[in-house]
């Protein structure tokens, strides 16, 4: 049930109950009111909101005309519909120019209902609009500033207020970044936080700095509220300048400097205001002291005193600025015209105080009056035009604002339908987008002169229709407009359309083929069509095969060309041939053509189409296919090794003549039959596993297979297996080789026998060389125990000799005790000669700490000898002589790997060498031994000491390779 207040004018109460009844079929609660006069009408609709009035035509002292007059000069905006017995069609005509949304007879009642319908929807939408457009411009209006930017940070729109804010115009800021206004060291962090608020649905709070014109900084608080729709996202920032609060600037000092405009501050809690200088001129008041609200208030025209006050409770209430046109008695007689703004300034969501302005705006007022007079001269103009104008709002609303009674005709809607409705109502939906960018980049463009575009729009009964569109920016009281004007172009250009998509459509087909399209004359002259494949395939381009014959049936061929085409054009009838030709290079191709005859208008063929196919490489394939084929055959029936293929069941459905010689049967014994019965019965499981995973795919690059000959003997073979798939990529067999390695075989395990009487031996050898050199050794300590202990330099020899003897001892054992002979694994066996050498020399009346470090190494036997002696040699200098006249000490012995160096170094923390050392002079056998070994092993020695801080010996070779000897001599650091 919806409610429905209806004003009634008409003399006779039963017309009124008849209406009642009526209208309450349509599912409407109505309450309503009867006028019988026009005083009636005027003071009903003074008083009361009405949604609709029923008016009847014929009425005493007046008609329905006078009424629709009435009401329309009242601008009450109440919908009229006429309903009589009889209206002629002149006088409905015009009431209908008056203002009258429809008439209905009252003999067919059935049309009042849908008449009231739209024209009450049509009603709702003008009063939301209006509500809308108030609460809009109230705040895009207003002393907030307002900015509008896209999700790239684009601005697209801008109130006057924001501009005044950063100091620039309106069409400096459109279309320019963000980045513009924000300071350099700021730009990271605003991109980052501008991501997360389009990321996120709530409004956000912030106080920012933003860059002014003049490079200067303003500090700004700030909204963002984020909205989305399917094909846009828009962030609406209402911006308040909050520079002069943050560093306690009085409002009103700041107002003042703007001329013509004064500045206020109103302290809610004691009703206090303050005003500038400017305003207290504007009220033409002497006394300068603070007034309450009140007292200012009554210096407005009584019928807008009301209306100030309403905006102040709104204003602290729900924190919403205000601008309000508004009219001044002055104190002084003079009466102005004035337009007053205020903003709260809000505490933790308390609007503590108000701030504004207010500027005398009489003079604006007189302009308005002088324009007003012009835009009558131009409604006449604009409404009598005979070509559809339509008038549109150019700030970016696209809103129609105006339109012509030849615009209402083309389009079937009334002038009211037209300025509720936008540009975009009158496009398809799916135009929008694309009118979106062409209305976005109409600020960008020249602003002088007639633009023109082509484009399709929507009748009211949703007929489409193509029309040209002229238009022209124009200014009507100071708002940037745009005048259209609009021609219906539809027959005409949905018949260009068609030819053109035609065409498009032929040459796109033509193009893209992918076999040659040639149109030629029936004498052979090409004629325009000769496609990008014809060029490919021949050489020739479009325009140089134009205008000619054929060029690929040049010479000899002309005369067999002009054969067939003249066939074709005598029977009428497509001709498929395959011919050699040429190509422009000279190379010899195969065509597959057929001939198509064209007919003209008079039936006969006036044209012939060549459909072009290179078949060249199909033939070259196929010949390439049989020969290769035959080639296979032979070379593998002439390999030693078996080539064979398994079906799904493990029979042989081919095998080569390799059968014969390695395993004694033709193949055409094996063919048919398994191949389990061919193999060694201990690895027929095995084999039968492969082949069950080569038909689960798997491919065998290698494995062992046994087979048994005719003559019962075990043949060793290697081979691989690899799945056969059908055409539609299923696995129908196995393929793959057998090579016999059973001599192979054999001779592998004669080696294994003569390897092992040899490791046998070997071990035998180096076991009996490590025990005579442990006799020798024994036989030193024999001799030692027959010195005296006078004798000390004796027993040094012998406790040497015997040093060095169980370090080549050592060798040996390692290697008797390795599985392989050539080498030793260095780091271990200098562990085992450390061992010795400590329990050789060891004293009891100090304690040495030896360590062996590093990566382990091994050295062949020709190198591993002379490095045994050379490292016991470093080995025990150190142990007897780094330590003299210290209790303790350490020995570190390092041995590294560095590329394909050898690094061997000892080194102690004892006293160190004296400063004078030089080895190329000590005689000692010791030295003469490190010397005379190093060489051996092409190996660097060197050394580095200090004194009282130890000493640290090198030695640097590379294994198995023959480098020169290059000895370094270093003095002893300061």
């Known amino acids: 049930m919806k409610y429905l207040r209806v004003l009634f004018v008409e003399d006779n109460p039963l017309d009124v109950e008849l209406l009642i009844r009526h209208i309450k079929k349509g599912d409407f609660e109505i309450e309503y009111d009867i006028a019988t006069s026009l005083e009636e009408v005027s003071d009903l609709t003074d008083e009361y909101r009405y949604d609709i009035c029923i008016c009847d035509y014929n009425l005493p002292g007046f008609s329905g005309i006078d009424a629709v007059k009435q009401i329309d000069k009242m601008d009450k905006d109440i919908p009229v519909i006429l309903v009589s017995g009889t209206i002629p069609d002149e006088q409905a005509i015009d009431a209908l120019l008056s203002g009258a949304k429809d008439y209905v007879l009252k003999d067919n009642l059935g049309r009042l209902l849908p008449a009231m319908n739209r024209e009450l929807d049509a009603l709702e939408q003008r009063r939301e609009k209006r509500k809308n457009d108030k609460l809009l411009n109230a705040i895009f209006d207003g002393p907030v500033g307002v900015r509008v930017s896209d999700q790239d940070q684009i601005i697209v729109k801008v109130n006057k207020a924001y501009c005044e804010i950063v100091g620039y115009t309106e069409e400096e800021l459109l279309g320019q970044s963000l980045s513009l206004i924000t300071p350099v060291e700021n730009k990271q962090e605003a991109e980052d936080a501008y991501k997360s608020l389009i990321g996120g649905e709530d409004s956000t709070l912030a106080q920012v700095k933003e860059v002014k014109s003049d490079g200067s900084f303003v500090d700004i608080l700030v909204n963002y509220s984020v909205e989305k729709t399917s094909d846009e996202v828009l962030v609406i920032s209402t911006i308040q300048d909050v520079s002069d609060l943050l560093m306690n600037k009085s409002f009103l000092e700041q107002t003042s400097k703007s001329a013509g405009v004064g500045g206020w501050e109103y302290h809610i809690e004691t009703d206090v205001v303050k005003m500038s200088p400017k305003i207290f001129e504007i009220f033409e008041m002497?006394?300068?002291?603070?007034?309450?609200?009140?007292?200012?208030?009554?210096?407005?025209?009584?019928?807008?005193?009301?209306?100030?006050?309403?905006?102040?409770?709104?204003?602290?209430?729900?924190?919403?600025?205000?601008?309000?046109?508004?009219?001044?008695?002055?104190?002084?007689?003079?009466?102005?015209?004035?337009?007053?703004?205020?903003?709260?300034?809000?505490?933790?969501?308390?609007?503590?105080?108000?701030?504004?302005?207010?500027?005398?705006?009489?003079?604006?007022?007189?302009?308005?009056?002088?324009?007003?007079?012009?835009?009558?001269?131009?409604?006449?103009?604009?409404?009598?035009?005979?070509?559809?104008?339509?008038i549109v709002d150019d700030s970016g609303s696209e809103a129609i604002t105006d339109v012509n009674f030849a615009a209402t005709e083309l389009y079937g809607y009334t002038k009211e339908e037209f300025v509720s409705m936008t540009t975009y109502d009158l496009r398809p939906s799916e135009d929008h987008e694309m009118f979106q960018n062409i209305v976005s980049s109409l600020g960008k463009k020249e602003k002088e002169g007639v633009k023109s575009t082509r484009t399709k729009h929507l009748k009211k009964s949703g007929e489409l229709i193509i029309v040209d569109v002229h238009w022209k920016r124009i200014s009507l009281g100071g708002v940037r407009n745009r005048l259209i004007l609009l021609i219906d172009i539809t027959e005409k250009a949905m018949f260009e359309q068609e030819l053109i998509k035609t065409n498009t459509l032929l040459k796109t087909l033509i193009d893209s083929?992918?076999?040659?399209?040639?149109?030629?004359?029936?004498?052979?002259?090409?004629?325009?069509?000769?496609?990008?494949?014809?060029?490919?395939?021949?050489?020739?381009?479009?325009?140089?095969?134009?205008?000619?014959?054929?060029?690929?049936?040049?010479?000899?061929?002309?005369?067999?060309?002009?054969?067939?085409?003249?066939?074709?054009?005598?029977?009428?009838?497509?001709?498929?041939?395959?011919?050699?030709?040429?190509?422009?290079?000279?190379?010899?191709?195969?065509l597959r053509e057929y001939l198509t005859p064209i007919l003209g208008k008079d039936g006969e063929v006036e044209k012939i189409m060549l459909l072009i196919e290179d078949i060249t490489s199909t033939i070259k394939v196929e010949r390439a296919l049989v020969d290769s084929e035959q080639k296979y055959r032979n070379l593998v029936e002439a390999s030693h090794d078996l080539v064979w293929r398994i079906d799904v069941d493990k029979n042989f459905n081919f095998i080569n003549n390799a059968s014969s010689t390695i395993l004694g049967y033709a193949p055409a014994e094996l063919i048919g039959n398994s191949f389990i019965n061919y193999v060694n019965p201990s690895k027929a499981e095995e084999l039968t596993k492969v082949h069950e995973k080569v038909l689960e795919g798997q491919v065998f690059e290698s494995f062992p297979i046994e087979m048994v000959t005719v003559k019962g003997e075990v043949r060793h073979l290697t081979g691989t297996a690899y799945p056969i798939l059908d055409d539609n990529g299923k696995i129908v067999g196995c393929s793959g080789t057998a090579t016999d390695i059973t001599y192979l075989k054999n001779y592998q395990s004669q080696l294994e026998e003569s390897l092992a009487e040899k490791e046998i031996l070997i071990k035998e050898i180096h076991h009996r060389v490590k025990n005579n050199l442990a006799v020798i050794s024994g036989l030193f300590a024999l001799q030692?125990?027959?010195?005296?202990?006078?004798?000390?330099?004796?027993?040094?020899?012998?406790?040497?000799?015997?040093?060095?003897?169980?370090?080549?001892?050592?060798?040996?054992?390692?290697?008797?005790?390795?599985?392989?002979?050539?080498?030793?694994?260095?780091?271990?066996?200098?562990?085992?000669?450390?061992?010795?050498?400590?329990?050789?020399?060891?004293?009891?009346?100090?304690?040495?700490?030896?360590?062996?470090?590093?990566?382990?190494?091994?050295?062949?036997?020709?190198?591993?000898?002379?490095?045994?002696?050379l490292a016991n040699e470093l080995i025990v200098n150190a142990y007897k002589y780094a330590f003299d006249g210290k209790d303790d000490g350490k020995i570190e012995i390092i041995l590294n790997a560095v590329g394909e160096e050898l690094i061997f170094c000892v080194t102690d923390n004892?006293?160190?060498?004296?400063?004078?050392?030089?080895i190329n002079e000590l005689n000692s056998l010791g030295m003469t031994l490190i010397k005379t070994l190093s060489e051996q092993l092409n190996a660097t020695f060197d050394w580095d000491t200090k004194k009282g801080e130890g000493v640290n010996f090198k030695v640097s070779f590379v294994p198995d390779k023959l480098i020169k000897s290059t000895w370094l001599k270093k003095m002893p650091e300061n």
Not at 342 to 358: E, H, Q
Not at 537 to 564: C, H, M, S, V
Not at 910 to 918: R, S, T
């Open 286 to 390: 002497d006394d300068r002291t603070d007034k309450n609200a009140e007292q200012l208030i009554s210096i407005y025209h009584e019928d807008d005193r009301d209306i100030i006050r309403e905006a102040l409770v709104d204003c602290i209430t729900n924190k919403v600025p205000k601008s309000l046109p508004l009219r001044i008695n002055g104190l002084k007689g003079t009466k102005k015209y004035v337009r007053l703004t205020f903003d709260p300034f809000v505490v933790n969501d308390v609007t503590v105080k108000l701030y504004g302005s207010l500027k005398d705006v009489t003079e604006e007022k007189i302009l308005e009056s002088e324009i007003e007079q012009r835009e009558q001269r131009y409604r006449f103009l604009f409404d009598n035009n005979p070509n559809p104008l339509i």
């Open 513 to 590: 083929a992918p076999i040659g399209v040639v149109t030629v004359s029936t004498e052979g002259i090409v004629e325009k069509v000769w496609n990008a494949q014809a060029e490919n395939i021949f050489g020739w381009t479009n325009e140089e095969a134009d205008g000619n014959f054929l060029p690929y049936a040049l010479r000899e061929k002309k005369a067999e060309a002009q054969n067939y085409l003249r066939k074709v054009a005598e029977s009428g009838k497509t001709e498929l041939i395959t011919i050699e030709r040429e190509t422009k290079k000279g190379d010899e191709i195969v």
């Open 784 to 869: 030692a125990m027959y010195v005296k202990k006078e004798d000390a330099e004796t027993l040094t020899i012998l406790q040497e000799s015997q040093s060095r003897i169980k370090s080549i001892a050592a060798i040996h054992e390692k290697l008797y005790q390795n599985h392989v002979f050539s080498s030793i694994e260095i780091k271990s066996y200098l562990t085992d000669v450390v061992s010795e050498i400590a329990e050789t020399y060891e004293r009891g009346d100090r304690h040495i700490e030896i360590e062996v470090l590093g990566d382990e190494v091994s050295l062949n036997v020709n190198q591993a000898v002379p490095f045994g002696i």
């Open 910 to 918: 004892g006293i160190g060498l004296a400063e004078d050392f030089d």
